[in-house]
């Protein structure tokens, strides 16, 4: 990872997937009422976010911990259980690998095929995870970087193979806002962790806030792994307030709708790129005829520079995927008009 974003200000950035729906307008009365709280330590477990989320998500605030994003739920995970072997269905979210190595555990890789049905990979994918036996089986849903969803079938199969041998089923659920689509977390289901990022939706990347649902033995197994003060205070005001702004789902709702399907169709009809099936706020591509690199160069030596994200770094993908970032109508248009701009130069 360590990959996306961080560009110079001044490029318009699709490799990031952040709701463009939270606007400095909005965010402004939230933060300057909590101004207060930088003055002080915040709650040292973020309790008051930890009972929003109880009451959204309709689950008891003991299977619930808050951290520093859901990359340091994730880092405090693997401290706390030290799985000896970890299956990944990849290519996904390279931060999944690093996380559990760094602990010592065995990390493999079980390859989506790309090219195939769904069904068939599904069961592919069920048949190395029951020969395997593995301590935990990591997945996310829809997935980073292809959009991709898998069925519900499918999620529930690895959770009672897991379950069989004592093993854990970890589901990366960051990006199902966008489509209300299931976390599949139950207060019963002993093996199943359940990630949530804060920022993609809310849009607050910044202020670095996640969440972990999970059997209560595991959530005080990672609290004592846990930095104390996780969250900073600002975002233990400002995201609860963000969560019950009725009108920014409306709003991001609309904006989802009109934008994902411009965007899909205007890849479609390019020569250049074929669009994957996505679920959430980014459109995975495969190119043909250019490389990623060569592409992103060349967005990013325009006028006005804009960026999108290679993927040569994801497991099973290479340099002929990109990954844009759906962001307000006027972006994507500056970058639907480039695109048509670089095939006419390219194949005029």
């Known amino acids: 990872m360590l990959k996306h974003g961080g560009y110079a200000k001044g490029i318009l950035d699709f490799s990031v997937n952040v709701n463009p729906c939270v606007t400095q307008a909005l965010l402004m009365p939230y933060i300057e009422r909590a101004v207060d709280e930088i003055g002080r330590y915040p709650d040292i477990q973020g309790d008051g976010l930890v009972e929003k989320i109880a009451e959204i998500e309709n689950i008891s605030v003991d299977h619930i911990i808050v951290g520093n994003g859901a990359s340091d739920c994730l880092y405090t995970c693997a401290r706390a259980l030290k799985p000896q072997t970890v299956l990944i269905i990849e290519p996904t979210f390279t931060e999944y690998r690093r996380a559990f190595e760094i602990v010592g555990s065995h990390v493999l890789s079980l390859n989506l095929d790309l090219t195939e049905q769904k069904e068939n ?74 990630l949530m990022s804060l920022t993609k939706y809310y849009g607050v990347p910044g202020l670095r806030c996640g969440y972990l649902m999970a059997t209560k033995s595991v959530i005080i197994a990672m609290k ?20 019950e702004d009725r009108t920014l789902v409306k709003a ?91 095939e006419e130069e390219a194949h005029g």
């Open 224 to 243: 004592v792994e846990q930095v104390p003060w996780s969250v900073n205070g600002l975002a233990l005001e400002v995201i609860p307030r963000l969560m």
């Open 121 to 194: 990979i599904e069961e592919k994918l069920l048949h190395q995870i029951r020969k395997i036996k593995g301590d935990m089986v990591i997945l996310c849903n829809p997935n980073n970087p292809t959009g991709g969803v898998y069925s519900e079938a499918f999620i529930e199969q690895i959770i009672k193979i897991q379950a069989s041998h004592k093993g854990f089923v970890l589901l990366d659920a960051s990006f199902r806002q966008f489509e209300s689509l299931p976390t599949y977390f139950d207060e019963k289901c002993w093996n199943l962790i359940v």
């Open 252 to 342: 991001t709702q609309e904006w989802y709708e009109a934008e994902k399907s411009k965007m899909e169709e205007a890849l479609t009809n390019l020569s250049f790129t074929k669009p994957m099936k996505s679920h959430t706020n980014f459109i995975c591509c495969r190119l043909s005829n250019v490389s990623a690199y060569v592409l992103n160069q060349w967005l990013l030596g325009q006028v006005s520079p804009m960026a999108i994200r290679t993927c040569e770094d994801f497991v099973g993908m290479g340099d002929d995927f990109i990954r844009i970032g759906l962001k307000d109508a006027l972006s994507n248009d500056r970058l639907i008009r480039a695109l048509i701009r670089y």
